[in-house]
């Protein structure tokens, strides 16, 4: 039986399970870039790139394994997957059609109803790149009152083996994560920044989205990332060698004009397909094995993946869809026009999502404590806050984005994956960064012209919502501090943030 086996631009695996018994001298493999994903969200015009030039590479890779490949570039103009689809069922008259199952439950949503529309059977396969499966979470769910990561990661590294010496943790604890929170120093030496590919294929996709898609987020040029497995197997090698030994300390550190510090960047290839999560996280271990890097490093990197990555697919598939819509705060204020341009004299705002329109790039605690708790802070409504996300990040798929935004870092589901909100008043940046010297604001003071901005805004929302705060233990003690401030000082605060925030201008407002 001839079978059609779509490959999205997200599953560039070799070894999919879609492909799996499959029979190259029969089978034909259809990959489409159609218009509708590429508008579902305001993709970095980066991110439009690196996706469909990876997508054209995989396709160069699939042929030379022997392969037929069906392959359908934007200009042919198709709509959408189902009618790529139902125009390769037309010009190769499959018997039956193999997905791996999709990332996104928008797409799985759509599939159920493809094998009436397109009279021919769907096969949707487990996608195997997980070492989670979505019935493995929602069993390990299933009898608990609260879903906390820490206990899912050790289920992980007792399944991995992952720093594991017999039945404990290696160093015996399993979480370093009191080591890595240094703030950084203006002389550190980080490692080079990464370079992107420079082949006849992405040039000629570079060119397409810049015709294509001349209003989509951020600036293309340089264009940042590597589109093949090599390419991606080569940044993942530099970031072992050169940047792993210091990633545990400085993970929370911000240095203005350095947008990556000790970070992987591989986010992005991890989700495309390009690089195995598993695989990456045994190369780390070896570092640490060979007295390369140090545990709290190699701890560090490897809870982000088996950890947080696996934690946040199997709660978004547990809770969707109608996680989407959660919105216990009840925020409704549009994300302030300067998302899109980083023009903001608050200094770490405008390095944060400057950067993010340079490079398509953030990390993680710039995205949470930064761009995050500002819109927190302020009570931007999560829809508009996630919409961002999904589109200005190179790595930002809805099955890893969602949780993050709208769960960790804007509190929406109400606690279910961070027990407390991440809210922070300037103390904070000026603590981990070093963008608060040079602003035009002062960090210290909380009322007046000169005034951080954040100090009210961050007392602001713990009086706002200050009864939901009083019932939570880890809040408890700021809504007691707040409670007892003189009544001219809250008085002085609240009225400082309400002009701030009267004065914010919504995207072209
Ligand atoms: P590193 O710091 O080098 O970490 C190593 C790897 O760990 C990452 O490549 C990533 O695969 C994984 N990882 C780390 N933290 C997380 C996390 N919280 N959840 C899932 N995986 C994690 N990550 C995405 O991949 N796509 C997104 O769309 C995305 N959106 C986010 C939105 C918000 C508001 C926040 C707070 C975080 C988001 N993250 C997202 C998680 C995290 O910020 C990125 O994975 C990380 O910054 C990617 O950069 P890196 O590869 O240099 O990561
Ligand atoms: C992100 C993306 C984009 C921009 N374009 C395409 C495309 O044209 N064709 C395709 O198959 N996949 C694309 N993708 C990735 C999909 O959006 C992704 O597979 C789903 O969001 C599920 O994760």
Known sequence: ??????????????????????????????MAEVAAEAAYADHHKQKLALVFAAMRHFAQELRQAGWQVDYRKLTEGLPDLESALADAIAAHDPETVVITEPGEWRLWDTMQGWEARLHRPILIRDDSRFLCSRDAFANWAADRKTLVMEHFYRVMRRQTGLLMQEDQPAGGVWNLDAENRNPPRDSLFLPAPPTGADDPVTAEVLDMVEAQFPDHFGRLRPFHWQVTRAGAEAARDAFLRDALPDFGRYQ?????????????????????????????CRRAEAEWQAGRAPLNAVEGFIRQIIGWREYVRGVYWLKMPDYAAMNVLGAERPLPGFYWTGETNMRCLSQVIGQTLDTAYAHHIQRLMITGTYALLIGADPVAVHRWYLGVYADAYEWVELPNTLGMSQYADGGLLGTKPYAASANYIDKMSDYCGGCAFDPKRRTGPDACPWNALYWDFIARHEDRWAQNHRMKVIVQSWRRKPKAEQKALREAAAAHLAALQPYGG
Request: hydrophobic share 45%; proline share 7%; charged share 20%.
């Open 1 to 30: 039986t001839r079978r059609l086996v779509l490959i999205l631009g997200d599953q560039l695996t070799p070894g999919i399970s879609s492909l799996l018994g499959g029979d190259k001298s029969r089978d034909v493999i259809l």
């Open 252 to 280: 929370d550190a911000m240095l203005a004009d350095r947008p990556f510090m000790y970070h992987s960047l591989l986010s992005p290839y991890l989700n495309l397909g390009l690089l195995d999560p598993l695989d990456l």
